[in-house]
């Protein structure tokens, strides 16, 4: 029976020695050090198989003074032999529940094909290409290797040639020379020295913080898994049942791991992750024209690696602790739809049911067809996921988004349970019960506003990522509002907006495959934008830190509220009401969520606009609010006004709790039964929630500090 369980992550052993080991892999200690050149390791198999090393390192077939472990230093990036092992097992990765996993000892037919893979690579790696991938980034070539690509300036460089290095990419962008005209002799010669220093100097520095900050092949390797345990469950985008390590650039990785780093333990995985993101970055903005060229095996169009890099890097940086990291992010956003469009993506033909390989059909055909149904799903969701992060980003800098995705001509995606599949015979018998003609988004978003308003769900299979996709189309068309309530031509009005949200939410509420944490993580964001529809929560931070003279790095932007806004007035209006009803059903649900779904990407901004929220009712002098003793959610969003304008739908609410609440600020709840909230109070408790999301999104240390201030002053006021 496993008695002893990591103190970590819960995960049981039977063995002391066993849970040593794991333990190894939270704290990184690596105790066992070769006594021949004083490199550690974690495992004691590991440096015995390492000490072997240097026993036959005078073995005459290698070449004089290069190590059987050592890689030559003539390797780039782009040209790395992969492993045969470079998709670890589906089950090994999926159903691990710690940050870490190190292969079971009473696995020997595993570690037997690892042992042809590598001599000196450790056995803990669930992804043996890790090493690889380390070892390309710490060699002595690499400082030269992550710099700008010959044909980038307008002259010739005269720092080494560096246009082999192309990131995982096999092609270059254009046909075009190594620059474009001769500069005039004189002093235009010392301006381009300069130039190139400045850009050698540049790319030095990022590869010498990857250095500086220890970074391993083990922590590499972790990153990965806890980005497909932690992050793709709740960002459903990579395909990990199908994903082949020696597939994907560089720059992909990178970002993926960065983004893992976040869920490790040790307080110096963020600046290890922050170092994997420059070095990513950097590989993008310098030599995108070679990885828009990039097409993977599966690929239906060229530049999609190249999409999922960009999207990687700028959610980790939307939602990180470092502000340039978060500026640089808000900079290149826009970047991914026109790469998008440029490749022909929103143009490339979706997967057809008609496809679909016959049951008897042989293993290699169901193998193919597999892969290439799960390129083409990768692509779309990569796309879909694109306007997710846009409309968040939008939404926390209280700006317009990059482009209309009310627009969105994709289908919606394929069943999470088809993309979970763990075998191509799973994927299919999932694929057979697939409706054949899938809706587009366009489809969809006019459903939501049809000639005579309703208040139906909708007649559609969403799925929980779909339905994100949905929410942020409808918040895009909150935000092409002012804060008057005026609205661009031909954008549908806040009454509009409203019902359609009250559509989403009878959608969700009917919807039978989703899970409770699928639920609650739509319903996160629902409340927020339904938040939004009554007053914009990002111009509303700004206005309370301008007034109180705080300091705020949370939001951009420079859009304010209108002159003349009277807190104190606001408070009293059926607008505010509602609006605490949604901040105090956000901060419910972010209690709610179970421990491993409590880190998907707009919970840190839905929190910090509930908590705006809460600090101006507590500045206007109300603290406690006796609440209805259930909420109504049609009549906590929808006015007398949304409603009178021909709903075919509507409940009859004249006599609810919640529409008094609202419309007159009382509750009809006895004393001791209806719910009371000291807004004051939960502050306190919701700064100790955004300190639990510190460690998976930085972003949220800031939003901690101005919630901070705001106790202070509501304390003194």
């Known amino acids: 029976m496993k008695a002893l369980v990591c103190r970590v992550c819960q995960k049981a052993f039977s063995k002391a020695e066993h849970l040593r080991r794991h333990e190894r892999c939270h704290t990184g200690a690596k105790p066992f050090v070769c006594k021949e050149c004083r490199r550690p390791f974690a495992r004691q198999d590991a440096l015995a198989r390492h000490e072997k090393l240097h026993k036959r390192a005078t073995n005459p077939k290698l070449p004089p003074g290069q190590h059987v ?33 190190a292969w079971d000892t009473s696995q020997p037919e595993q570690n037997h094909d690892l042992q042809h893979a590598a001599p000196d690579l450790d056995f803990a790696l669930v992804w043996p290409d890790s090493q690889n991938l380390f070892q390309s980034i710490m060699s002595s070539d690499t400082t030269d290797q992550w710099q700008m690509p ?56 990022v590869t010498a913080a990857i250095k500086a900050t220890s970074i391993t092949s083990v922590f590499l390797d972790e990153c990965l898994h806890m980005f497909f345990v932690r992050f793709i469950p709740t960002f459903p985008i990579l395909h990990r049942a199908t994903f082949i390590f020696r597939e994907c650039t560089h720059p992909l990785l990178l970002n993926a791991m960065a983004l893992g780093s976040l869920y ?21 903005a310098t030599s995108w024209q070679s990885l828009i060229t990039h097409r993977g095996p599966n690929d239906a169009c060229k530049g999609v690696q190249l999409l999922i890099t960009a999207l990687l890097g700028q959610i980790y940086g939307a939602l990180s602790k470092n502000k340039l990291i978060r500026t640089t992010s808000q900079v290149f956003r826009p970047l991914g739809f026109f790469w998008a469009r440029h490749c022909g993506m929103l143009d490339s033909e979706p997967f057809s049911i008609e496809s679909l390989p016959f049951p008897n059909a042989s293993i290699e055909e169901k193998e193919h067809k597999w892969r290439t149904w799960a390129a083409r799903e990768i692509q779309q969701r990569a796309l879909l996921a694109y306007h997710i992060h846009d409309g968040l980003v939008a939404q926390m800098s209280g700006d317009g988004t990059s482009t209309r995705h009310v627009a969105n001509p994709l289908t919606l995606p394929t069943s999470e349970a088809a993309f979970d599949a763990n075998s191509a015979d799973e994927w299919l018998a999932h694929m057979r019960s697939q409706r054949p003609d899938q809706p587009s988004f366009r489809l969809v978003f006019r459903s939501l506003f049809p000639p005579i308003s309703s208040l139906r769900p909708l007649d559609y299979h969403l799925s929980a990522f779909a339905l994100r996709v949905v ?93 003349g806004f009277d807190m104190t007035k606001w408070v009293n209006t059926s607008d505010a009401r509602r609006a605490l009803l949604h901040a105090i059903a956000i901060q419910d649900i972010v209690e709610q969520l179970p421990r491993g779904r409590a880190h998907v990407i707009h919970m840190p901004s839905s929190l910090f606009a509930a908590a705006t929220i809460y600090v101006v009712f507590s500045l206007a002098g109300i603290a406690t609010i006796h609440l209805p003793l259930k909420i109504d959610w049609q009549d906590a969003l929808l006015s007398h006004a949304d409603l009178n304008l021909g709903c075919d739908n509507i409940r009859s609410s004249t006599g609810s709790e919640t ?54 002053v509501s304390l003194s006021s």
């Open 150 to 205: 010959l044909g980038a300036l307008p002259f010739p460089p005269v720092v080494q040639d560096i246009d082999s290095m192309s990131f995982g990419s096999p092609n270059s962008f254009d046909d075009r020379g190594s620059s474009i005209g001769t500069i005039p002799s004189g002093g235009s010669h010392q301006a381009v020295r300069n130039v190139t220093e400045m850009v050698a100097s540049s790319s030095s520095s």
């Open 659 to 712: 529409r008094r609440f609202v419309e007159e600020g009382r509750t009809d709840s006895p004393p001791g039964l209806g719910a009371v909230r000291n807004l004051l109070y939960e502050m306190n408790s919701m700064q100790k929630l955004f300190r639990c999301l510190i460690s998976q999104w930085g972003i949220a240390h800031d939003m901690e500090e101005v919630v901070d201030q705001w106790i202070t």
């Open 264 to 284: 490790l333990g040790p307080k110096d995985s963020v600046a290890k992750g922050e170092a994997l993101w420059r070095l990513a970055h950097t590989a993008v």
């Open 471 to 563: 929410l942020e189309g409808l918040q895009s068309l909150v935000s092409d509002s002012d804060e008057s309530g005026l609205v661009a031509v031909g954008v549908p009005g806040r009454s509009d907006v409203r019902r359609a949200l009250a559509q989403v939410h009878e959608t969700v509420s009917m919807s039978i495959h989703l899970s409770a944490p699928e639920r609650l993580e739509v319903l996160l964001r629902w409340h927020t934008i339904c938040l939004d529809t009554m007053i914009n929560s990002t111009v509303l931070c700004r206005h309370v830190c301008s007034r109180y003279g705080i300091a705020q790095d949370v939001s951009g932007g420079s859009r304010t509220v209108k002159p």
């Open 69 to 101: 472990h050592e890689i030559p230093q003539s390797i780039s990036l782009g040209g790395l032999t992969p492993w045969d092992t470079t998709r670890a097992p589906v089950d090994v990765a999926l159903t691990a529940s710690a940050p870490c996993h």
